[in-house]
């Protein structure tokens, strides 16, 4: 965070959140998993110092 304003603090709310189990945490910083992502936003909507962005004009919805 010292070199950087927003950045990934290690809450895991993205982990805590997806829908699908795309994210690990690894060393203190969430990773993605692009081939189980579904794009719903569900993270990017939930990351509180918003490191985890969406392009998505509307979110899919999360199917289960």
Do not use: H, M
């Not at 965070?1 to 990934?8: A, D, E, L, W």
């Not at 910083?29 to 993270?43: F, P, Q, S, T, W």
């Not at 985890?52 to 199917?63: C, D, G, Q, T």
């Amino acid at each position: 965070r010292g070199n950087c304003s927003i950045g990934c603090i290690g809450c895991q709310i993205c982990v805590k959140n997806c829908p699908v189990d795309a994210f690990t945490f690894e060393n203190n910083l969430a990773k993605i998993n692009y081939e189980k992502c579904i794009n719903c936003g569900v993270c990017a909507e939930k990351c509180p110092t918003k490191a985890i962005w969406s392009s998505l004009e509307e979110p899919k919805a999360a199917v289960q």
